[in-house]
Nanobody
């Protein structure tokens, strides 16, 4: 069992920025063995939405949903066992609970995909992002 822990959520106004972090406490080399890491979000009353994924640790291919491309940046620091999601120019529609998870559905390469919880093996507990106008 792999435990993922997200942090960095909070409340910002539109146009603001937040940086989310995801780590694996208790697993010193945890992320080094997880090839793809993803961020997924869920807005109130809506389904899961894939946001971004990153490969690694040897190669760093990144993938973004069309809705966040150009505004969000995913990165990973295997030394610090952390995956980040830098979110800039936040919009009200970016609000929701953000989860990090392992794996990456290949269909998401096109920038838009339908996902379900079973597409990702391990999940964090989520961190809340609130964006107000």
């Amino acid at each position: 069992q792999v435990r993922l822990v997200e942090s960095g959520g909070g409340s910002v106004q539109t146009g603001g920025s937040l940086r989310l972090s995801c780590t694996t406490p208790g697993h010193a080399d945890g992320l080094a063995y997880m090839y793809y890491m993803s961020w997924i979000r869920q807005a109130p009353g809506k389904g899961l939405e894939w946001v971004s994924s990153i490969s690694g640790p040897g190669s760093m291919f990144t993938y973004y949903a069309d809705s966040v491309k150009g505004r969000f940046t995913i990165s990973r620091d295997n030394t610090n066992n952390t995956v980040y999601l830098q979110m800039n120019s936040l919009k009200t529609e970016d609000a929701g609970v953000y989860y990090c998870a392992t794996n990456f559905p290949p269909d998401c390469r096109r920038g838009y995909c339908t996902i379900s919880k079973k597409d990702f093996q391990y999940w964090g507990q989520g961190t809340q992002v609130t964006v107000s106008s």
